[in-house]
């Protein structure tokens, strides 16, 4: 009988990587936000808080760790009143602008340059703030994310690196979007657990650098620029999966480089066709109106005879909503539900037993930044 030193026992192996799975139905997420459409379209767009709430519900929920769920528990009437009190901050700066360029016309020039250097702060404190909110209304085997740090000072950081990349023509953005990732995951936690980042600019200059090169000519042929698009998208998740840290758990991405094709030339695709059915129903709108009216084109459209326009009006704002409605349901189907999809079935987590022994920690957070992002139209989902 032999007796093995106390210490030397040999180490278990490592547990194999956790796959991500995603569940979610493709068509009863058609059907929602085909119903959330309509509901913002009645509603003159307030039911969106309804609709990007229970949008992220049904991807939070069909999203599976190691067999568990994630649950979203924010609710609409918090974006909503996020909403209408950075309203209430963003209207006076407007209505400022606009008193200031009304008074002083000739100086309107000089004063839109601060507006928008306010406007691009506030849309990044937006940015960081709305990320807070959603990690502290996601939910993992019954422990919340959250995050500190402040906004303000992710906010400068993002305008000192985007006047480098101005300055730079680009060729810095590598460098500020793995600055940038890191301020939020070494202030993003899981519990009691500190998240990381361990990509740099340097890794994913590497991965597109010819794409940057390639830019000027996607610009003059356009069917080359949603390929370069494409390709940019699919380096970046690629890169930013691999460079996540949540503790001692880690993840890893095999995401192809033409991963986004097919769902950027869909969206194209349909775009095309939805402007060619337009074009389509305003001829077929116009012969009708003036088949009718008894009118000439010239005489409809002449300026004594502007009532006589009127249902000519209300037909093309008739179509151009309906336009609308399908293009937003074509964008949530392909680049959210079908982008979210074809990420997680790519991504591995490894050393999930990391995250075993949790205890939850931090507080929820306001969604005065969310409506400020919605408000500056750069709300993430």
């Given amino acids: 009988m032999q007796w093995a030193p106390i210490g030397s026992e040999p180490l278990p192996p490592p547990l194999p990587p956790t796959r991500v799975d995603f569940s979610g139905n493709r068509s009863e997420f058609r059907k929602l936000v085909t119903k959330g459409a309509l509901l913002e379209l009645v509603t003159f767009g307030f039911y969106r808080f309804w609709l990007v709430t229970d949008v992220r519900r049904h991807l939070w929920t069909h999203t599976a760790i190691d067999g568990d769920a994630a649950e979203y528990t924010g609710r609409a009437k918090e974006l909503l009143v996020g909403f209408l009190f950075a309203l209430a901050i963003l209207v006076p700066i407007y209505l400022a602008y606009f008193l200031v360029g009304i008074e002083f016309e000739r100086w309107q020039g000089f004063a839109s340059a ?11 404190f937006a940015i960081f703030r709305a990320r807070r909110y959603r990690l502290t209304r996601t939910v993992w085997r019954g422990v919340r994310f959250w995050m500190d740090g402040s906004g303000w000072a992710y906010s400068l950081r993002a305008m000192l ?3 480098l990349v101005l300055l730079t023509l680009g060729l810095a953005l590598p460098w500020r979007e793995a600055a940038l990732e890191r301020y939020k995951m070494q202030h993003t936690h899981y519990g009691d657990l500190r998240g990381d980042f361990d990509g740099d600019g340097w890794t994913f ?4 650098w010819w794409l940057w090169l390639l830019s000027p000519v996607a610009i003059v042929i356009f069917p080359l620029a949603p390929f370069l698009y494409a390709e940019f998208k699919a380096r970046q998740w690629r890169w930013w999966l691999d460079g996540i840290r949540i503790g001692g758990v880690s993840l890893s991405s095999q995401l192809p480089h033409d991963a986004f094709y097919g769902l950027y030339w869909k969206v194209i695709g349909w775009w095309t066709l939805l402007s060619g059915a337009f074009g389509a129903y305003m001829v077929g709108a116009t012969m009708l109106v003036l088949t009718l009216s008894g009118l000439s084109a010239e005489e409809m459209f002449a300026g004594d005879n502007a009532g006589k326009s009127i249902p000519m009006v209300v037909m093309m ?3 151009y909503f309906a336009v609308a409605l399908a293009i937003n349901i ?3 189907v392909y680049l959210q539900r079908d982008l979210w999809a074809k990420v997680l079935e ?4 490894h050393d999930i037993a990391a995250a075993a022994d949790v205890h939850g920690s931090g507080q929820l957070a306001g969604a005065l930044g969310e409506g400020f992002a919605d408000g500056l139209d750069v709300a993430g989902f």
């Fill in 317 to 319: 704002v008739i179509g």
């Fill in 114 to 124: 601060p507006l928008f250097l306010a406007f691009y702060a506030f849309g990044q």
């Fill in 205 to 208: 200059f590497k991965r597109g």
């Fill in 346 to 349: 790519t991504v591995e987590v």
């Fill in 330 to 332: 074509v964008m949530r």
């Fill in 161 to 163: 690196w985007g006047l």
